[in-house]
């Protein structure tokens, strides 16, 4: 039995740079493991789950990930680290909290600089990561993102620089530091009831609202046979007046509908107009999520069939826990 299980699951800290040196996935196994200094390197298996960019990556290769995470749970590994790319690394990681309720932490770590450019910053990174998964005071901080020294609960860690090192945030939610003096934890995070793995309802999507938005885009994903929806407001989870009937014909559909921020702090809260028409409706707030992430918590309490009704009881218990 493995003490550590290193997944590899492609992007930056993987990929390698084609002939005109623009990066592409890997097409083998990284071999990260190797990176590691021969202390922290000891009782580390890696596995590989995925090997190309983030952003290509769909359900399928997310669960893959997801199913590993759980199998070396299952094996009674002391911690997962999972190698990721940075663009959907804060999708991923939430989907693997709302699987995983052991005390084992599984972490998400990986690259802004491709081991190709001087400065890279994905060995540093790993070894942060491994040493947050060996330390004792990090049982039962769940799923949570190591990146640029800081420790993020899977739930708040959002990716905020395309390209800077310190990616994530915001800095706030961070609950630790990891750096040349060992691994501080200042705080637990906020953990919610597991659902059980299950592949999620893929026919869940985002409509991200500006200026003047019509509703035509709403209009036109409910044609579409959408299950769920998720409204990427303003504000407080403010929309414009024109979308509100737009949201009422979709809830009157059978579609789970949510409304949540384009703010990073703050979260949703009925508190002006619309807000409060759009919950009276049954919209659901995302509170603190952002949409990306209330969308998939709405893709995994839709699985396996669950009717709108079943689904929204589920996502706000879960909300309010």
């Known amino acids: ?27 083998g196994a990284a071999r990260l493991r190797d990176v590691l200094a021969a202390p922290l390197r000891d009782g580390v298996e890696e596995r590989q789950a995925y090997a190309g960019l983030s952003e290509d990556m769909g359900f399928a290769d997310a669960m893959q990930v997801a199913r590993m995470m759980d199998a070396a749970a299952s094996e009674g590994a002391a911690g997962v680290v999972v190698t990721h790319g940075t663009d959907t690394m804060e999708d991923v990681a939430f989907l693997t909290e709302l699987f995983h309720g052991g005390a084992a932490p599984i972490l998400f770590t990986g690259a802004q600089r491709p081991a190709s450019l001087p400065g890279c910053d994905g060995p540093a ?6 040493l947050v998964a060996r330390d004792p005071s990090a049982r039962g901080i769940g799923t949570a993102i190591v990146f640029g020294g800081r420790i993020l609960p899977a739930r708040s860690a959002r990716k905020l620089d395309s390209s800077g090192p310190e990616a994530f945030g915001p800095h706030g939610a961070a609950i630790g530091r990891v750096d040349d003096h060992g691994v501080r934890l200042t705080a637990m995070p906020r953990r919610a009831p597991t659902f059980a793995l299950a592949d999620p309802e893929p026919r869940v999507e985002i409509a991200a609202l500006g200026l003047g938005s019509s509703a035509a885009l709403v209009d036109a994903l409910v044609g579409d046979g959408v299950r769920g929806l998720v409204i ?90």
Request: glycine content about 14%; proline content about 4%; aromatic content about 4%.
């Open 125 to 130: 990174n790993l070894h942060d990561a491994v």
């Open 1 to 27: 039995m493995p003490e550590l299980v290193l997944i590899d699951a492609g992007g930056t800290i993987a990929s390698v740079p084609d002939d005109s040196g623009v990066l592409i996935g890997g097409s």
């Open 232 to 321: 990427e407001g303003f504000g407080r989870g403010n929309v414009p007046s024109q979308i509100v009937p737009a949201i009422e014909r979709a809830k009157a559909a059978g579609v789970l509908v949510g409304i949540a921020t384009h703010c990073v702090e703050g979260g949703t809260a009925p508190a002006y107009r619309s807000g409060a028409r759009l919950a009276a409706l049954g919209a659901v707030g995302a509170e603190d999520l952002s949409a990306r992430k209330l969308r998939l918590l709405f893709a995994v309490a839709l699985s396996g069939g669950r009717s709108a009704e079943e689904a929204e009881r589920l996502v706000r218990e879960w909300l309010a826990s």
